[in-house]
């Protein structure tokens, strides 16, 4: 049975704002809901999503259309994604909720943490450990036992010839927060064949950690060549450092989750997480897009701009009287050596005359 996804557990009839509509407007329709935030559509399309807590940075602006201080972009998700994936990302970032697009990019549900908790609850399917199982018996002619320990990372002999940068971050992010999903492996004589989870273990690699738990399936007989050896064998893959990391391009996963973000805020969204891992995150850490987009909107409204002006030429006014007080001064040196030449003589005889 194939893996849950997001199409599956979305809610489709989503409440949504419109980026014509005025911070008030939008802080009204929250307080008479039951929600924390709203997708901001346009023509159905997708343009952002607007937070309880981004718009108490415009209480003082009212009457400011959303659409001048709102954030531009936000992540989302596609309803063939995993619910697995969308876990992932709700989890990594600090989020309540997922907006879901279309090929179009145009608004057509949203996934919320409560909606992965039901997919948990409600989906009973075998799970992959039991289908990989399945399919190395059949594929090598032996069977496995199955069984959890914790096996040294050094000794980790990986099956996969690449993996991504900004995923491998995303997934050292989430073990430093406390995420302990375990890897499949295959016990070998000389270490533990990797089946699944290659950025995970390449991730607690990087970490410096020297154990990883994992669901270990160990076969009948240890002397038969497992095809998923011989391949890694080909491909000259005998440790972890033998794997390439990926850094010109994003992971699908994340290719899709960011389509909608500006370049800018994309690009930078593995570096907020760096900082955030040296800063020891723990549950509960918000989300690493928070203020980097949103710090300089203010100034894209009218009210701001107006604002603004006032501010500034409230502080240039007394720098001008300044500036007329300072002038005299350095002109009055000038006159009285002009006075004390035989010329300045009868000019001084008309200002008698005044």
Known sequence: MPNATVGEYMVRDVQYVAPNMTVQEVIDKLLASNFHGFPVVENGYLLGYVTAKELLRFTDLPKAKLRSVMSRGTLCAIPSMSIDDATRILFRYGLRNLPVVDENKKLVGIISNIDVVRSQIEKSRPGKVMNVKSFMEKQNNVTFRIHNGEVPIAEMIPTQKEVYMDELVGRQYEIKRG??????????????????????????????????????????????????????????????????????????????????????????????????????PGPGVPSPMGPTPRVDRPSASKGAKKAGAKKSSAKKAPAKKAESKKTPAKKEPAKKPAAKKPAAKKSAAPKSKA
């Open 179 to 280: 995420l302990n999903e375990p890897i499949i492996v295959i016990r070998r004589h000389k270490g533990f064949l990797v089946v699944d989870g290659h950025h995970r273990i390449m991730a607690a690699h990087r970490l410096g950690l020297t154990n990883f738990n994992c669901i270990i399936l160990e076969p009948n007989d240890m002397d038969v060549k497992l095809g998923l050896e011989v391949t890694a064998e080909r491909w000259g893959l005998h440790t972890l450092d033998d794997v390439k990391i990926i850094e010109g391009s994003k992971h699908p996963f994340m290719e899709i989750t960011t389509m909608l973000l500006p370049q800018e805020i994309a690009g930078n969204i593995n570096n907020v997480l760096m900082e955030r891992m040296e800063e020891n």
